[in-house]
């Protein structure tokens, strides 16, 4: 979002970013407004009651006559909950920046599964959806959403930037002498799998460290350490940590790896392309078979197949694909920008 919002800016558009939280951390651009309607629910009653509750506190925090919006977007699923209680529940686009059927869904057993399916339909239904990806309609429609009107547009890639802060020196000089494998993400064991990511560069046989950039929970950290001990990778894994410039990584790297269960269009792939590193992916809903098409697409294996992901990255790794301008042109900011401004009618 504050890719869109730098891309709305350069186009003298008025910009209001609204958290949820106080937890804002990442730099605000130049030129945004930024207002905070955060709610913190106290005992079981306000628990229950909370997406409405902060619905009230949002509607506070954006009661002057001045906060006119021609065009309001929200972004992930708290935010849907929260807004569709707003005042601007028949106004807001929600955009979908994941798989809902996956990330939602797809967890749960039995009764509590059918539940949430229905809980899902009576949220998205008869509302305006942006949506990421093609796949992202489809895991809607199997969830049994039908909505008033959806758009697929995806993430800006801010390719002028990528390229400068990718040429910045590693903190650790002795990678830029070494090839290496990366992954970047969280550490988030459910979701990025990252026990199938160790299980495939096994098996794939290379001797090229893996640098793991991220971080996550306690608790998927000590498992991604448990699996790379079992598997007796533990010499061959470097764990960075969190990296606030993680491009000269992807830069130098001789292929970056994901390994996700699902996702909804994974930036860091689009990311690593504009670096000029080739990617290795699982074939997950949704996202990586919309990025990985012609020649790139030797990097894109079944979800489940760990030999045909070792497979893929010698295969990368041997005879690294082309990658064109052509492939990223239609995440140029100034274009995305103006898909949403077609929004506002």
């Not at 269960?261 to 919309?290: F, H, M, Q, W």
Request: proline residues 7%.
């Amino acid at each position: 979002m504050l890719k869109l919002t730098r891309a709305l800016l350069a186009k003298q558009v008025e910009v209001t970013l609204v958290s949820l939280s106080n937890n804002v951390t990442l730099p605000i651009p130049d030129g945004a407004r930024l207002i905070v309607a955060p709610f913190s629910p106290k005992g079981r009653w306000q628990k229950l009651h909370r997406y409405r509750l902060q619905a009230k506190v949002l509607n506070e925090a954006i009661s002057e006559p001045s906060h006119h919006f021609d065009l309001v977007v929200a972004n992930l699923h708290h935010a849907h909950q929260v807004v569709t209680r707003s005042r601007f529940a028949d106004q807001a686009w929600l955009c979908i920046r994941t798989d809902p059927w996956q990330e939602l869904i797809a967890s749960q057993q039995g009764w509590r599964k059918a539940i949430k399916r229905l809980k899902v339909k009576a949220l998205y239904s008869g509302r305006k959806l942006i949506v990421l990806t093609e796949g992202n309609i489809a895991s809607l429609a199997r969830a049994g959403v039908h909505a008033k009107e959806t758009k697929v547009i995806p993430n800006p890639l801010e390719l002028e930037r990528i390229h400068q802060l990718m040429d910045k020196p590693l903190p650790e000089p002795e990678l830029e002498e070494t090839p290496f494998c990366v992954y970047v993400g969280r550490l988030d064991m459910r979701q990025k799998r990252l026990d199938r990511l160790l299980e495939g560069y096994k098996k794939s046989k290379v001797t090229l460290p893996l640098v793991i950039i991220g971080d996550g929970e306690r608790q998927d950290l000590q498992e991604l350490k448990y699996h790379a001990a079992e598997l007796g990778l533990q010499p061959r894994i470097r764990l960075l940590g969190h990296r606030a410039n993680p491009y000269p990584y992807m830069r130098h790297a001789s292929a970056l790896l994901l390994s996700s269960d699902y996702e909804g269009l994974p930036n860091v792939v689009i990311e690593a392309l504009a670096c000029g590193t080739p990617v290795v992916s699982t074939d997950c809903p949704t996202g990586p078979r919309d990025l990985l098409q012609g020649d790139l697409a030797k990097g894109l294996v079944p979800r489940e197949d760990t030999e045909r992901f070792a497979e893929a990255v010698r295969d990368i790794l041997g005879d690294p694909p082309d990658i064109t301008e052509e492939t990223l042109a239609e995440f140029a900011p100034e274009h995305i920008a103006s898909r949403y401004l077609a929004l506002a009618g």
